[in-house]
């Protein structure tokens, strides 16, 4: 337990000395995407995973809708998934142009994808996902550079939702690890301008890791500490330190939308810190100890 906890508090420091910690871009950004790729967000899990997912929060699934991935990352695979069932149009946005375009390329053509097939099959049918399927087999073996658009899928980096004048509106907007990252003094204009890009009976669904990103497994709230050293702009590396009350005042000041909150675990396996920050002394132990916030955000329509 003692070297896996060494282990992996080490590498995190190797990715901030590398200046490779957050998202701004860095050495080892291939890496990191490969790990995604050929790992937890390979297609068949992925598809599986958000399948269920997307028909739980929107009855008809992603059948004809406008979507945002907020936040999408390094290998922009959940836009694949989501032009497979039926997205109209898929804008996947960044604050950081991260996109690695070699290993997202690497992904399509390397992996076997009859299983995420099968999913889309069963309520598309055959015709539909062979068609999506040689779609995107002959758009990624092009010589274009943005390949994707094919398949209906946009890039939007460097994005910065607060200074975004479009008239751009969406039927569902979905970010997963990434509001946690934002500056904590801009959470709320954020996810108020989030909200606003709905349309009329448009959901929003946000997944927020709540722990120090240094070290989830094992020491999950170090940087709560009064001790900690962490630093004012360490909410990209690290997360933004807001806990779970500070993001329930936030979503449910939005005026005209429905918020649904999901069941969120409290972690009873570490201790807190000895000594608690002085920002955090009014919250209680559970609300230090969450470990994610799950949100869903309906635009009530008129």
């Known amino acids: 337990m003692l070297i896996s906890k060494t282990k992996s508090y080490f590498k995190e420091k190797l990715k901030m000395a590398l200046n490779t910690a957050g ?37 008809d699934g992603l059948d004809g809708a406008r979507v945002m991935e907020y936040g999408a990352g390094f290998l922009m695979a959940e836009p694949l998934i989501y032009s497979l069932f039926k997205a109209r149009s898929i804008d996947a946005v960044d604050y950081y142009s991260i996109l690695r375009k070699r290993v997202l390329k690497d ?27 040689r779609n995107l087999m002959s758009s990624v073996r092009t010589n274009t550079s943005n390949w994707w658009e094919n398949l209906g899928i946009r890039y939007l980096a460097p994005y910065d939702v607060l200074r975004d004048k479009s008239q751009n509106k969406y039927d569902m907007i979905l970010s997963s690890s990434t509001l946690e990252h934002v500056p904590p003094q801009e959470a709320q204009p954020i996810t108020k301008a989030l909200a606003d890009k709905l349309d009329e009976g448009g959901v929003m669904y946000h997944y927020i890791h709540l722990e120090d990103h240094r070290d989830m497994q094992n020491n999950p709230f170090a940087f709560l500490s009064a001790q900690s050293d962490y630093r004012e702009n360490d909410f990209d590396i690290r997360g933004n330190r807001l806990r779970i009350s500070d993001w329930k005042r936030i979503f449910h000041t939005l005026d005209g939308f429905e918020i649904k909150e999901y069941p969120h675990e409290i972690r009873k396996d570490v201790h807190l810190p000895s000594k608690i920050d002085n920002a955090f002394s009014d919250y209680s132990e559970e609300d230090l100890k969450s470990s994610h916030y799950t949100v869903q955000v309906t635009k009530i329509s008129n």
Request: aromatic fraction near 18%; include cysteine; proline fraction near 2%.
């Open 23 to 59: 998202h701004g871009g860095g050495i080892l950004d291939d890496l990191r995407a490969k790990k995604l790729a050929f790992g937890r967000k390979n297609p068949d899990t992925l598809s599986r995973f958000c399948f269920g997912r997307l028909r739980e929060i929107r009855k």
């Open 107 to 133: 992904y399509v053509l390397e992996h076997n994808w009859e299983n995420a097939l099968g999913y889309a099959t069963q309520f598309y049918g055959k015709e539909w996902t062979a068609n999506w399927y």
